[in-house]
């Protein structure tokens, strides 16, 4: 009778001892789990760069403080850019402008519209209208614009010695830096085939014309 409450005794401890075995089984079971559905987020450096890549790629391109990345060329970068095809043999009807735009100096020096019928580009054209220009109002001198005048430009040494409201140059860096002209390309026309050309031309037909099996036939 005294065996008995010792057995029912050990009963319960063992009990309880497989108890707390099972639960701390079932925990370490529980971890596992958790740490395995982890694992993949963690899998290295070059996977979070993925993930942060196909979040990117979600919400479009974003560039460094939120602005939305583009690659496009702005009105400010092309308003000074134009396409003026003086290229080929063909007539070319070309009009152009002399600007001066220094800031506070900005003038209109003339303009002038010529026929063509060489190739050229716009720069070289842009280049030889300016060294005519120079050599004109160094020859003729030119009236100084109103601007000019109440600024007292050009430096007097530019001035017509005979005439003090009309110059003859500009100061060098001027030049350079200020001096433009404005090319327009108005029209462009076929050229015609050059008159000797085409006396030529005939010419040979009335031989071609003239000769039947390979002899000359000669009217009599």
Do not use: C
């Amino acid at each position: 009778m005294l065996k008995l409450p010792v057995a029912a005794f050990v009963y319960s401890v063992e009990m309880l001892f497989k108890t707390m075995q099972e639960m701390q089984r079932m925990a370490d079971q529980g971890i596992d789990a958790l740490v395995d559905g982890i694992a993949p987020a963690r899998a290295g450096p070059g996977h979070a760069h993925s993930q942060v890549s196909d979040a990117a790629m979600s919400f479009g391109d974003v560039a460094p403080g939120g602005a939305a990345a583009t690659n496009h060329t702005t009105h400010e970068e092309t308003s000074d850019m134009t396409d003026v095809d003086l290229r080929g043999d063909a007539v070319k009807l070309v009009r152009y402008f002399i600007v001066f735009n220094r800031r506070d100096y900005e003038a209109y020096l003339g303009d002038d519209t010529e026929v063509i019928t060489y190739s050229t580009n716009e720069g070289d054209y842009q280049g030889s209208k300016k060294a005519e220009f120079l050599a004109q109002i160094a020859e003729e001198s030119a009236e100084i614009p109103d601007k000019w005048r109440k600024k007292n430009y050009p430096p007097e040494e530019f001035r017509d010695p005979h005439d003090k409201t009309r110059f003859i140059g500009l100061p060098r860096q001027d030049i350079e830096e200020f001096l433009k002209v404005k090319v327009e390309l108005v029209h462009r026309y076929e050229r015609h085939e050059a008159e000797y050309e085409k006396d030529q031309a005939d010419a040979l037909e009335k031989l071609a014309s003239a000769v039947k099996d390979g002899k000359l036939q000669v009217e009599k």
